[in-house]
């Protein structure tokens, strides 16, 4: 019995020690890598000074419209690496990091649809970004992509939404929201320690594994509830606006219909002729694996609001 009381004792001192030495270990390896990406040229990166924090954005391209880029929750500017410059040979591109992405600065402020659709219109003001605006947003950003025409429909052409969330997809966050919980809370508070780059995804973009990165990401899916409401007081319609839809499903299930129905109601309440929803059997990246397929129904988009009588008259 003493025997194996001092067995217990060994194993648990050992386990602890372990633990402490993989803590020190994941500390220091996550510090010199966020050292070294914050040490990374950023000499050709343009920023945007807001209020007390400084936004990371990039402009290319020339023509009559803007397009402005919205990435999903926690996703950076190289999302969208494999279509911005085919949609720079038609227009203007605009993408950029929300707060405490990739290379832009963090802020406390609760990371809801309200204050990233303040912050993105704080930038496009700060830096004479042109209009008219066609907007373009991916998964999330899609959520965010609507409540910023909701908020300025005046300075809007056309809405381009990639396998979109929406407010009523409650289906998914609510069989989710302890995963999002617990997600959340051990990115946000353990981002320093170097454990959740233990278990993220490798992926090309270097700043994806930054505590700063992870950090922000659990805070954007924490604000998901909150984002949602926003959007349901908002009851968000945009029937005037040109809307074109890509949905994506590779398993047909339950859920994946209950989505399409969501976007073929939002087609639905159109008044606008040109609107349009499809759907792929494809991933839900669809513009990172399959970038030909977006591009093409950009384009047929794009081309019926160039051909429309325009009105707006943005500088």
Do not use: C
């Not at 602890?16 to 040490?39: C, D, M, P, S, W």
């Not at 950023?42 to 807001?50: A, E, H, P, R």
């Not at 908020?151 to 969330?165: K, Q, V």
């Not at 353990?190 to 505590?211: D, M, V």
Request: glycine share 6%; proline share 3%.
């Amino acid at each position: 019995m003493k025997k194996l009381k001092t067995i217990s004792k060994l194993l648990l001192l050992t386990t602890t020690l372990l633990v402490i030495a993989l803590f020190i270990y994941g500390t220091i390896n996550q510090h010199q890598y966020n050292r070294k990406v914050e040490q990374s040229d950023k000499s050709n990166k343009l920023f945007s000074q807001l209020d007390n924090h400084k936004i990371h954005y990039n402009l290319i391209g020339n023509g009559k419209y803007t397009f402005i880029l919205q990435s999903g929750l926690g996703t950076d500017i190289k999302t969208w690496d494999k279509i911005k410059d085919s949609l720079a040979k038609i227009g203007r591109v605009f993408t950029y990091e929300r707060s405490g992405l990739g290379f832009s600065e963090e802020t406390k402020q609760l990371k809801t649809t309200e204050q990233i659709t303040a912050e993105l219109h704080k930038v496009i003001e700060n830096e004479n970004i042109k209009g008219p605006y066609i907007l373009i947003g991916h998964s999330f950003g899609g959520v965010f992509t609507r409540y910023y025409a909701h908020r300025y429909p005046e300075e809007i052409a056309g809405i381009f939404l990639i396998d979109p969330s929406h407010e009523k997809m409650t289906y998914y966050f609510e069989s989710y929201s302890m995963y999002f919980k617990l997600n959340g809370f051990i990115k946000s508070n353990l981002a320093w320690s170097g454990l959740p780059q233990f278990i993220l995804p490798n992926r090309s973009n270097s700043n994806y594994k930054t505590s700063k990165n992870i950090r922000n990401d659990a805070r954007e899916k924490l604000a998901i509830q909150a984002s949602m409401q926003q959007m349901k007081d908002a009851n968000i319609l945009l029937t005037t606006l040109p809307m074109h839809i890509i949905s994506t499903s590779t398993k047909g299930t339950i859920n994946d219909k209950k989505d399409s129905a969501i976007m073929e109601a939002i087609i639905g309440r159109s008044k606008r002729t040109i609107s349009k929803h499809v759907s792929y059997n494809k991933p839900h990246n669809i513009h990172i694996t399959n970038p030909e397929i977006v591009l093409k129904e950009f384009y047929d988009f794009f081309g019926k609001i160039n051909s429309e009588p325009s009105s707006h008259t943005i500088n």
